[in-house]
T-cell receptor, first 115, second 114 residues
Framework: DADVTQTPRNRITKTGKRIMLECSQT?????MYWYRQDPGLGLRLIYY???????NKGEISDGYSVSRQAQAKFSLSLESAIPNQTALYFC??????????????FGEGSRLTVL | AQSVTQLGSHVSVSEGALVLLRCNYS??????LFWYVQYPNQGLQLLLK??????LVKGINGFEAEFKKSETSFHLTKPSAHMSDAAEYFC????????????FGAGTRLAVHP
């Protein structure tokens, strides 16, 4: 089983719908992240969380919200999806040691298409 | 502010040829530098990292990268390409002073042909 699991792996939805992407991890890491990948733009940070009570905005948080339900769970929500949120979304984790050097552990991605 | 530039969004090599993927960074403080690889339909995995120890860093699958401060570069090389090396490669930078988020380059897609 994957250490960092994302659900769903693929989702097609319509403009205006609410969407939640979920991430769970078994690595025991305290830090979790949501990134968005677009062709030609690399990965951009949406939100990150150092622990259950700590949530921080990344560089492209507008239109997104997150919830850290437990140390092992970090979900990303799109309250009202729009077509330019069509992208590949990655959850990642790190602990204090790996996070200090920037090493992240990624899930397999959730491909979201907004029509 | 930190940034990463990867020269060439697509690189194509023959099997057995040298692989060279270019990465230049900008950072006002000593950086940590990374190469991640993404195989089709998979997440990213760490290939190698520079964290201020040896400037020549060896990674998995025969890849290596050299940190050159004077050139602000961290190019990725492999002497002999394998078909299995076909993937997308991302260079990334973070600040060495405490935690900072990872800044990724746009990625380079490597194609290996027979």
């Amino acid at each position: 089983d994957a250490d960092v699991t994302q659900t769903p792996r693929n989702r097609i939805t319509k403009t205006g719908k609410r969407i939640m992407l979920e991430c769970s991890q078994t690595k025991g890491h305290d830090r979790m992240y949501w990134y968005r990948q677009d062709p030609g733009l690399g990965l951009r940070l949406i939100y990150y969380s150092f622990d259950v009570k700590d949530i921080n905005k990344g560089e492209i948080s507008d239109g997104y919200s997150v919830s850290r339900q437990a140390q092992a769970k970090f979900s990303l929500s799109l309250e009202s999806a729009i077509p330019n949120q069509t992208a590949l979304y990655f959850c990642a984790t790190s602990d204090l040691a790996s996070g200090r050097t920037g090493e992240l552990f990624f899930g397999e991605g959730s491909r979201l298409t907004v029509l | 502010a930190q940034s990463v530039t990867q020269l060439g969004s697509h690189v194509s090599v023959s099997e057995g040829a040298l692989v060279l993927l270019r990465c230049n960074y900008s950072s006002s403080v000593p950086p940590y530098l990374f190469w991640y690889v993404q195989y089709p339909n998979q997440g990213l995995q760490l290939l190698l990292k520079y964290t201020s120890a040896a400037t020549l860093v060896k990674g998995i699958n025969g890849f290596e990268a050299e940190f050159k401060k004077s050139e602000t570069s961290f190019h990725l090389t492999k002497p002999s390409a394998h078909m299995s090396d076909a993937a997308e490669y991302f260079c990334a930078v973070s600040e060495s002073s405490g935690y900072n988020k990872l800044i990724f380059g746009a990625g380079t897609r490597l194609a290996v042909h027979p």
